[in-house]
């Protein structure tokens, strides 16, 4: 069973930092393109960072330039989202995604996604 699974988010303070973890299993994701979504109350969602088959490349939503930074491990199967300064706009649900078509760092056509894990960021 192929799965994706998040984990890491919790409440913060503006300001501060949180570091997602996405640990895969089922088959082995060293040659996708993976990514971080999110997606907040009311809101579509949308992708904040993607990183390609090696790591060598990424991309970032406007929004989060500067202050996140996607990585990936092939090794152990996982991606990790490290996000300092966080803002209140911030604050949702945070999906790991993997896109097994694409080498990277564009996601086109995601496949598999993980269950989510909360980010809540307080004023």
């Known amino acids: 069973q192929v799965q994706l699974v998040e984990s890491g988010g919790g409440l913060v303070q503006a300001g501060g930092s949180l570091r997602l973890s996405c640990a895969a299993s089922?088959?082995?994701?060293?040659?996708?393109?993976m990514g971080w979504f999110r997606q907040a109350p009311g809101n579509e969602r949308e992708l904040v960072a993607a990183?390609?088959?090696?790591?060598?490349?990424?991309s970032y939503a406007d929004s989060v330039k500067g202050r996140f930074t996607i990585s990936r491990d092939n090794v152990k199967n996982s991606v990790y989202l490290q996000m300092n300064s966080l803002k209140p706009e911030d604050t949702a649900v945070y999906y790991c995604?993997?896109?097994?078509?694409?080498?990277?760092?564009?996601?086109?056509?995601?496949?598999?996604w993980g269950q989510g894990t909360q980010v809540t960021v307080s004023s």
């Open positions: 089922g088959r082995t994701f060293s040659s996708d393109a």
């Open positions: 990183i390609s088959w090696s790591g060598s490349s990424t």
């Open positions: 995604a993997a896109d097994p078509s694409s080498l990277g760092p564009h996601l086109y056509s995601v496949r598999y």
